[in-house]
């Protein structure tokens, strides 16, 4: 237990330094929908801190701490995750792209959406993950194969890079964490150490490749198709 509290104070450590070098290296305005979830998350530590400080991790203030942020977090992690497309490959691309993707998506979805209409007594928070972790894992995979077949005339910068690898990670962390839940009924046994270093294994990329500002170094024309 003193491990896991050790790494989430270390995480929010790497939080304060992630948003600290980037308005040194003058990135905000790079990123800056990144470097808003980065603000979002410190706010959202220092909530649940106080929070347990006070109520309790069994109090109902906390309860409503942790899952509201989560739910936000993930429409942040898949609106960074196009991000990332958008500036590579730029916003008329990228939207294209996205639109292919979000009809792919639905129609593999179907089945998923009536399966977890069906489930029965179970917590809306699950309901919602179950369907936006598919679609956070589903970009990322979809983003990355569109960098890896432009990779002879992008280079895309320690920075994309950088953002892309940690927020994927989180996003990950965040499928093992349900994963366990849905699996197990608790997370705390199996993976109680494994989510918070994988979070801390994020924060750490994310800081340091977000060390120094190096974004895209060469951009050539690309063909829409």
């Given amino acids: ?23 040194r290296a ?20 220092f909530l649940r801190a106080v929070i347990v400080s006070t109520y309790g991790m069994t109090s109902r203030p906390y309860y409503y701490a942790y899952f509201w942020p989560t739910y936000l977090a ?15 490959f730029g ?15 639905t129609i593999l979805l179907l089945p998923l959406v009536w399966k977890v209409l ?6 809306e928070f699950y309901r919602f993950h179950i369907l936006a972790l598919f679609l956070q894992m589903a970009s990322c995979v979809f983003v990355c ?12 910068g320690q920075n994309l890079f950088g953002i892309l690898a940690g927020t994927s990670l989180l996003a990950g962390s965040l499928t093992i964490n349900f994963g366990a839940y ?3 009924g608790s997370s705390e046994h199996a993976f109680w150490f494994l989510i918070p270093f ?4 994020a924060l750490s990329i994310l800081a340091f490749t977000l060390w120094n500002h190096d974004p895209l170094r060469e951009r050539k024309w690309l063909n829409e198709n």
Avoid: C, T
């Avoid at 237990?1 to 308005?23: H, K, P, T, V």
């Avoid at 993930?74 to 590579?88: G, L, N, Y």
């Fill in 1 to 23: 237990m003193f491990s896991e509290y050790l790494l989430w104070g270390a995480g929010i450590g790497l939080l304060l330094l992630i948003l600290i070098r980037g308005r």
């Fill in 26 to 45: 003058i990135m905000l305005r790079d990123y800056p929908l990144f470097y808003s979830y980065i603000l979002f998350m410190l706010g959202v530590e």
């Fill in 74 to 88: 993930s429409v942040f992690h898949f609106a960074i995750i196009w991000s990332v497309h958008a500036k590579v």
């Fill in 91 to 105: 916003v008329s691309h990228a939207v294209k792209r996205l639109a292919q993707f979000l009809l792919v998506a």
């Fill in 118 to 123: 069906e489930m029965k007594g179970s917590h």
């Fill in 145 to 156: 194969r569109d960098l890896y077949m432009q990779r002879a005339k992008i280079r895309i």
């Fill in 182 to 184: 849905l699996l197990l």
């Fill in 198 to 201: 994988m979070n801390f294994l």
